[in-house]
């Protein structure tokens, strides 16, 4: 659902045949062909939507606010950048790094300039994922990246400039595909894993700075003299 309030769904209607359906009201006001398959769609900062496809097309639209047939406007096709990498997950941060998820390569790391995607990274196994095949993927309010893979949970944060990957799953025994994540406005992170049991993991308690009040002496006696 966007900023509208309108339902957008992605729709097989044969072998090769998809389409986007923005929805109000149960009625489909407008429809937008795509190239293949979605596994996820998101939506930036600037409520503009962003659609990854498993042939390695990722299209930009904006979203008509007049709601009529032409719901859907694309702006950009980055098919070229990302190549075929065969894409399965999409978020973007509030800086605009767009995070993608991928069937064989683990997480890939662009950033947004303008119109022109750059390819900062690639994080694999090799470099701290739990698993190389990454499901869903999210941002939450700190920029943190919720990694969904075949065989768990990952968060990758930076920490004192240096990127981390922390394995959530991996460390708490829980080895399941992770099939979603939902981020409450909390903070709050909901993973569902394959087995349909949920994970709630709450947000880190703020740091408490504790000092040690000044000592301030006004006098100082010994023997009852006072110096």
Excluded at 158 to 165: A, D, E, L, M
Aim: include cysteine; glycine fraction near 6%; charged fraction near 20%.
């Amino acid at each position: 659902i966007d900023h509208h309030g309108t339902l957008i769904l992605q729709v097989k209607r044969n072998e090769n045949d998809f389409v986007l359906w923005a929805i109000v009201d149960n009625k489909v006001i407008s429809e937008q062909s795509v190239s293949d398959l979605s596994d996820q769609m998101c939506l930036d900062k600037d409520k503009r939507l962003w659609v990854v496809t498993r042939n390695g097309h990722l299209v930009l639209y904006e979203l008509n606010q007049s709601g009529q047939d032409n719901y859907f406007k694309p702006i950009k096709d980055f098919h070229e950048t990302i190549g075929n990498i065969a894409p399965r997950s999409i978020a973007i941060d509030k800086n605009y790094n767009v995070w993608i998820g991928t069937r064989f390569g683990g997480l890939y790391h662009f950033k947004l300039e303008g119109l022109e995607l750059k390819k900062i990274h690639q994080y694999t196994t090799k470099t701290g994922l739990t698993d190389n095949f990454v499901f869903p993927l999210q941002c939450d309010e700190n920029n943190n990246v919720w990694i969904g893979t075949q065989t768990g949970l990952d968060k990758l944060f930076v920490r004192n400039g240096q990127t981390i990957i922390a394995n959530i799953g991996k460390n708490n025994n829980i080895f399941q595909r992770v099939l979603g994540i939902k981020i409450l406005t909390d903070g709050t992170v909901w993973v569902m894993n394959n087995d349909h049991t949920l994970l709630k993991i709450l947000p880190e308690a703020p740091q408490v700075i504790r000092q040690t009040p000044p000592i301030l002496f006004t006098s100082i006696k010994v023997n009852n003299e006072t110096f």
